[in-house]
């Protein structure tokens, strides 16, 4: 999640899991009838999932601009590609450590985020911890390349981020709020690509948040 309160619980809880959630039947969470699919069949959706993706992208940034998913040039700031690395990875990891500082406040302290935990420990709880850092891994560094590396220098930051936003969209109303902070985080992830023509910062930060939250959900 980001900065406002969804960002603190996940701008990117992996797409399979997204689309698992949107198409499953209410009734389905009723975990003692035992529907939701095993933390193995997830992982193997996951990577079968993001795989493909992470192609596409490198594919679409040559293919329409002759570069690199993972660099912009030119961006905001002129200057050496180490100093520009250096502040993407910085920013990267500032913008983590803050969104996954809120969380359990977050959780703590607002109905919603309560809510939106509730819902997605359904889901999360039955993963391994190396199976929360595989789906963070392939998700955050797959999704980056896509819609930062490869959509944003087509479409724009804006355009960019309501797509991101959109795509997180679930079967109720708490997920609107979900919605909204991926839209606020693609813009803080495309800020700092924009800025320093790094992807790896984004990638870092997105990644990172991922991992921990979806740690936190399982735990609590």
């Not at 493909?52 to 679409?60: C, F, G, K, R």
Request: net charge positive; glycine share 6%.
């Amino acid at each position: 999640m980001s900065v406002w309160p969804w960002l603190v619980l996940r701008p990117a809880l992996p797409c399979q899991i997204r689309v698992s959630l949107a198409l499953r039947p209410k009734e389905h969470f009723d975990t003692s009838r035992s529907t939701l699919p095993s933390p193995t069949s997830i992982t193997r959706l996951a990577l079968i999932a993001y795989a493909p993706l992470t192609v596409v992208a490198l594919a679409w940034a040559w293919l329409a601009g002759d570069r690199f998913a993972w660099s912009l040039d030119p961006s905001w700031l002129s200057a050496p590609y180490g100093l520009r690395l250096v502040l993407s990875l910085a920013l990267g990891l500032a913008l983590a450590l803050l969104v996954v500082a809120m969380t359990p406040r977050l959780v703590e302290r607002a109905n919603w985020a309560r809510a939106l935990h509730a819902e997605l420990k359904e889901i999360v709880s039955p993963l391994s911890s190396s199976e929360v850092t595989l789906l963070a891994v392939a998700s955050g560094l797959a999704e980056e390349l896509f819609f930062r590396g490869a959509m944003q220098p087509v479409l724009g930051l804006l355009l960019t981020s309501l797509i991101f936003g959109a795509l997180h969209v679930g079967p109720k109303g708490v997920f609107l709020a979900w919605a909204s902070w991926a839209f606020v985080m693609g813009v803080a992830f495309g800020s700092i690509f924009e800025l320093t023509g790094v992807l790896w910062g984004p990638v870092l930060a997105h990644v990172w948040i991922n991992q921990r939250n979806m740690a936190f959900i399982r735990r609590h």
